[in-house]
């Protein structure tokens, strides 16, 4: 006759096997979280940003002035060139890197809300300004060359 009501113990090697498999998930946890700063961006890099301006309104040495005035706030310009077309009409942050919190800081700095987002495998740059004829309204005290 089988005995009733009575639980077979578990055997010591399902519980170290357990206890092991508990402390190695763990382990792969912290290790995933300790590596997610590295391969992904950061939250804010507002003012060590690289970034590419771009005229696209056609003013002669907008670009020069846009990129004097990034500088003075911190900024790391790479480059300052034309724009595919002259007629933006509003001045566009793009972010390359997936920083959305740098890109949208430098739309404030420049009064635009026009920040959008073109994320590139390798970017050469963190940022890309393209200067519109709303240029005025951040450019109106930098003095051109």
Same mark, same amino acid.
């Given at each position: 006759?089988?005995?009733r009501?009575r639980?077979?113990?578990p055997?010591?090697?399902?519980?170290?096997y357990?206890?092991? /498999?508990i $402390?190695l998930?763990?382990g $792969?946890?912290?290790?995933a979280?300790?590596?997610?700063?590295?391969?992904w961006?950061?939250? +804010?890099r507002?003012?060590? +940003?690289?970034?590419?301006v771009l005229n696209?309104?056609?003013?002669?040495?907008?670009?020069?002035?846009?990129?004097?005035?990034?500088r003075e706030?911190?900024?790391?310009?790479?480059?300052f060139?034309?724009a595919?077309?002259? +007629?933006?009409?509003?001045?566009i942050?793009v972010?390359? /890197?997936?920083?959305?919190?740098?890109?949208?800081a430098?739309g404030?700095?420049?009064?635009?809300?026009s920040? $959008?987002?073109?994320?590139q495998? /390798?970017?050469?740059?963190?940022l890309? $300004?393209?200067?519109?004829?709303?240029?005025?309204?951040?450019?109106?005290?930098v003095?051109?060359?």
């Amino acid at each position: 006759m089988a005995r009733r009501g009575r639980k077979k113990k578990p055997e010591r090697a399902s519980v170290a096997y357990t206890v092991s /498999t508990i $402390i190695l998930l763990a382990g $792969i946890a912290f290790l995933a979280v300790g590596l997610h700063g590295l391969h992904w961006p950061g939250t +804010s890099r507002e003012g060590t +940003s690289t970034v590419l301006v771009l005229n696209g309104c056609g003013v002669e040495g907008v670009g020069r002035r846009a990129a004097r005035f990034l500088r003075e706030r911190g900024y790391d310009v790479v480059d300052f060139r034309n724009a595919d077309r002259f +007629s933006y009409d509003r001045t566009i942050v793009v972010d390359r /890197t997936g920083d959305m919190e740098s890109a949208a800081a430098l739309g404030l700095e420049l009064g635009t809300s026009s920040v $959008i987002q073109q994320i590139q495998e /390798t970017p050469l740059e963190d940022l890309v $300004i393209v200067i519109g004829d709303d240029y005025e309204r951040f450019l109106q005290d930098v003095e051109g060359d």
